[in-house]
């Protein structure tokens, strides 16, 4: 399939960017996810036409952009065939090491030891994954209680030193009109996205996911590209802990513990396949946007705010079995009509 | 590895066909079943506590461990089969709690043994309806148990929104907190429950065909197809079994605790996957033990004892835990790379 789609790009003159993109998209299994969202969206703006206001958007925005960004961490290493269960006990850890450093260190000092913080939770799991043949799943469930663990030691109740500026920064009023947590998310999401598409080293990553075989055939170093993925996850998810940190104010070593089953559910949502190769970032973002305002629609609505869960697992079943469903259906009906 | 007779040893005797080169230690190791590994670090732990703390090393103390390490234990048990056929069941936590909520609700209006009953089957529903999405649909195991888990979570607050609890029927403390006389030993009924459980599971895995089927479904998928194997029906069974397994638990916990919250299962979540592991299953699939996995919570149970006795707090309990199951992966959790 890949290699005839290949020929064609190079015999033909390529097809137009926005073509290309699309069906990008559809491999990665973002359409669904897609339309879940614009549906979501409108369905959100007819019940509730206040989002579009300044406060209302940025507090929207404070909650999804944590939960976004920790769910890229995640695709990261879906996409690599690999699960992490140790995100939320990553994010809180750093969330508690930023929380506590900046007292001591100023806030760049904070900045840095805390991604320094993911990148090197990320490059134990991955060194583990990759150098020792261990399965992620194993390995990340060990570290998480490690790392809940050192977290708790560092700070075991709410607290740290995180002042207004912080707050200013990363969640509130910097800019005019745009609340800045989405800027932040766009830049590392664009980032994010150069790194995996545009980058040979990120086409590797789809690679490991989807062959592993074939890339190590190939001469490639299919255990680097792990252990680098895990470290590159590691950073983005500390950026998603300082944005918790930023939004709440406050350094919580428990913080990061509800993000370890919403980030596989945001991922899942996205159409992402777990067996690794394809996912994708646009499809996790907007994922994200739909599970983290599921409560707010409620609340809006006058619904008992407990359905969140209900629906959200609804929205997941419904947005990744129907796809399923109906391949099935058009399999099962090209079986009938029998070989052409 | 075992290859010629060393030149030795050919001196020395009349050397056997193949003689095994490898040391003594080594082959007992490579004989030793996995839940050896496991039973040794308990033992080793059990022995270093008893050296620091001579009142651990008693048979009072070995029991309290023991029940402690029951509960945990019927939680994986479920886990084990997930596990086994190559899954993961990750709606353990909310299953436990509507279980043990539903059981209570349900005891109030039917009587404990309708209670019973309802609540079990309520387990074997939420197991049937993951494994048909599974089996059938092809979601991966961990999407759809972590789906399944947000929609019971939901279901409980909005059904049985504050559940404090009332009363345990006796039939239900009958096998989890009476005291039971065993040779003149005080144990709680739960540790004898949970074990007569544990060999009836193990005798199901080893000595049945679907016990049998479901390692082969969990090892090599396209085999058991090949060879005609339901597969999707054993998948299916083995989730409705799991569900089953964890609904159990939930009404273990209230007989035994007698109390029952929203979030009493969430302790579980990660902890009954780590009592499989350190008990020497496979995340791969197709291996794994039911007596392995009670001696991964015995493992486990003797860490949290030896922390609560020494008094060194939970983060260093989960400290311990990371470390433990990091060095069982470390000496059997690399197979399907490695061959």
Known sequence: ?340 | MSGAPSAVNGQLEAPPVAKDQRSVFAKIASRMPRAGWGLLIFVVLFIVGGLLRPSLFTLPGLISTATFAAILAAASFGQTVAVIQGGIDLSVPSTIAFAALGFLTWNASFGPVIAFVLALGAGVVIGLANGIIVAKIGLTPIVTTIAMNGLLFGLLLLNFPLSELTVVPDFVKSFTSDRLEIFGVSVAAVLPTVLILMVVLQAVLSYTGWGRSLFLVGSREKAARLAGQPVARIRITGYALSGLLAAFTGIVIVGYFSQAETTMGNSYLLGSVAAVIVGGASMFGGRGSMTGTFVGALVLGQVATLVAVFNLGADIQNLVYGVIILAVLAAYGRDRYAA
Do not use: H
Request: charged share 10%.
């Open chain 1, 1 to 340: 399939m890949s290699a005839t789609t290949t020929a064609t790009i190079t015999a033909t003159p390529p097809p137009g960017r926005l073509a290309s993109g699309f069906k990008r998209l559809r491999y990665d299994g973002a359409l669904a996810p897609i339309l879940a969202f614009v549906i979501f969206f409108a369905v959100y703006l007819a019940i509730n036409p206040g989002l579009l206001t300044r406060f209302q958007l940025q507090s929207a925005a404070n909650l999804i952009v944590p939960l976004a960004l920790i769910a890229l961490g995640q695709l990261l290493i879906v996409l690599t065939g690999g699960i992490d269960i140790s995100i939320g006990a990553i994010t809180g850890l750093c969330n508690v090491v930023f929380a506590t450093q900046i007292a001591g260190l100023s806030t760049p000092g904070a900045l840095i030891l805390c991604v320094a913080t993911g990148i090197v939770c990320g490059a134990i799991n991955g060194s583990l994954v990759a150098y020792a043949n261990l399965p992620a799943i194993a390995v990340t469930l060990a570290t998480a209680f490690i790392y809940a663990a050192l977290a708790r030691l560092i700070l075991d109740r709410p607290g740290g030193a995180l002042t207004d500026g912080i707050y200013k920064v990363t969640s509130g009023e910097l800019l005019p009109f745009v609340p800045v947590s989405l800027v932040w998310l766009t830049l590392i999401a664009v980032g994010l996205w150069m790194f995996l598409q545009r980058t040979a080293f990120g086409r590797q990553v789809y690679g490991v996911g989807s062959g592993r075989a074939a890339v190590q055939s190939a001469g490639l170093k299919p255990r680097l590209t792990i252990l680098v993925t895990f470290m590159v996850s590691g950073a983005v998810v500390s950026f998603g802990a300082i944005m918790l940190a930023g939004s709440t104010l406050t350094g919580d070593p428990r913080s990061g513990d509800s993000y370890l089953l919403s980030s596989i559910a945001v991922v899942a949502l996205s159409g992402a396949a777990f067996i690794g190769g394809r996912g994708s970032i646009l499809g996790t973002i907007l994922s994200a946007a739909v599970l983290g305002m599921v409560g707010s629609l409620l609340f809006f609505a006058g619904i008992n705010s407990y359905w969140q869960y209900v629906i959200s697992a609804l929205i997941i079943l419904a947005v990744v079995v129907i796809p399923r469903l109906i391949q099935f259906g058009i399999r099962q009906s090209a079986l009938r009509r029998g070989p052409a």
